[in-house]
């Protein structure tokens, strides 16, 4: 069974940045694809990043493409999300998510309990 423990958020004002971390444990963290997700209140989850388990092909939502950007750490286990030029629209629950081998589209194994990140203005 894989954890999944995001940390990093927090409250910042509009235009700032923030680096989230996700450290797994329990599994392989080198054979998982990783990603990002978020929910806004009332909104549904949405997502945000991905990147292959050898850290290339990261895949954004058009939306954030040049703002947020994907990386992962194998030797730590711990994939981040590096967040610029935040908005309010930004403001939203974070998730880490892994999946394992075979990958489908669509489908993640396993969720983090996420991290609370609001962008004021």
């Known amino acids: 069974q894989v954890q999944l423990v995001e940390s990093g958020g927090g409250l910042v004002q509009a235009g700032g940045s923030l680096r989230l971390s996700c450290a797994a444990s329990g599994g392989t963290f080198s054979r998982y694809r990783m990603g990002w997700f978020r929910q806004a209140p009332g909104k549904e989850r949405e997502f945000v990043a991905s990147?292959?388990?050898?850290?290339?092909?990261?895949y954004y939502a058009d939306s954030l493409k040049g703002r947020f950007t994907i990386s992962r750490d194998n030797a730590k286990a711990t994939v981040y999300l590096q967040m610029s030029k935040l908005k309010p629209e930004d403001t939203a629950v974070y998730y880490c998510?892994?999946?394992?081998?075979?990958?489908?589209?669509?489908?993640?194994?396993?969720w983090g309990q996420g991290t609370q990140v609001t962008v004021s203005s």
């Open positions: 990147i292959s388990p050898s850290g290339g092909t990261p």
């Open positions: 998510a892994a999946d394992e081998p075979p990958f489908i589209a669509g489908r993640w194994d396993y």
